[in-house]
């Protein structure tokens, strides 16, 4: 399969959920907008503002933190087994492909899908807009425990752990050693998860789609981690589940729901104190 083909058709397989997600479904009662959530804008700015910057941060120093050596070198019986099986012969179309899917069709859909979601369910772009960002402040968070993680367990990547290298003259890397957990799986999990959660929220009726189509093109984005011999079965199998958990925890424990007299549901307010941050249930 060639690098054009494969784009081709993770583009046309993304593009046809995100068309279906963003059809712009009525709520419930249309009248009344799309239910309330708890928004503090201080609050997105501490957490979002600051994780987003150790994301960057970690990202720009990846050459330092990573380990210079593996520090788990091996594999096991099922992740070789699943690398036989999904492992494509150009590998380098698998890995472009699922930087399409997570870091370009997937946030793009969301993000046209809750703003048109929105105002079909009778509210504003500003209700959407503040969707998306609930949804970011979410793959923030996750996008940052998923480096702690890299860093702190340095394992092999399946590429260099059997030479299977895309140049002639390879020099050993930063990237080599951060296999476990899948990055792309995390972030295109908990960009679906929250979107999925925030729609729930809110009450718009094209949530199911939400839910199926964000995991559908998660899904996808993940198979191409494999495929494209960047992780392991193991490695977007955890990264998926700690995507998701971080998609649904965030909007509804920092970002819950008001009842119909205007009372917050169960939420968790972070407030800044000099040394650390507060925690208030």
């Known amino acids: 399969m060639t690098a054009a083909r494969a784009l081709a058709a993770a583009s046309a397989l993304a593009l046809a959920v995100a068309l279906s997600t963003s059809a712009p479904f009525p709520a419930a009662a249309a009248d009344e907008g799309p239910h309330p959530i708890r928004w503090d804008v201080r609050q ?77 369910a009778g509210g504003t772009m500003n209700d959407g807009l503040v969707d998306f960002l609930v949804v970011a402040e979410a793959v923030v968070l996750a996008a940052d425990l998923t480096h702690l993680v890299k860093y702190a367990v340095g394992p092999q990547r399946p590429y260099a752990h059997y030479g299977n290298w895309t140049g002639a003259n390879h020099a050993p890397g930063a990237d080599d050693n951060l296999s476990f957990y899948s990055g792309h799986a995390s972030l295109a999990f908990s960009l679906a998860a929250a979107a999925g959660t925030v729609s729930s929220l809110r009450g718009y009726r094209s949530t199911p789609w939400v839910w199926a189509g964000g995991l559908t093109i998660a899904t996808g984005a993940a198979y191409l981690r494999v495929a494209g011999d960047k992780h392991y079965l193991t490695d977007v199998l955890t990264g998926a589940a700690i995507g998701t958990a971080f998609g649904i925890a965030v909007p509804r424990l920092l970002h819950g729901r008001e009842d119909k007299q205007g009372r917050p549901t169960a939420q968790v307010s972070l407030l800044a104190i000099p040394l650390g941050l507060h925690v208030v249930w």
């Open 44 to 120: 997105y700015l501490l957490i979002t503002g600051v994780g987003g910057a150790l994301w960057l941060g970690n990202e720009f120093a990846k050459e330092t933190l990573a380990p210079e050596a593996c520090r788990f070198c091996g594999t096991n019986a099922l992740d070789a087994r699943a690398r036989r099986l999904l492992l494509w012969s150009d590998v380098q179309a698998a890995r472009r492909a699922s930087d399409v899917l997570a870091y370009g069709l997937l946030p793009g859909a969301i993000a046209a899908h809750q703003i048109l979601a929105a105002r079909g």
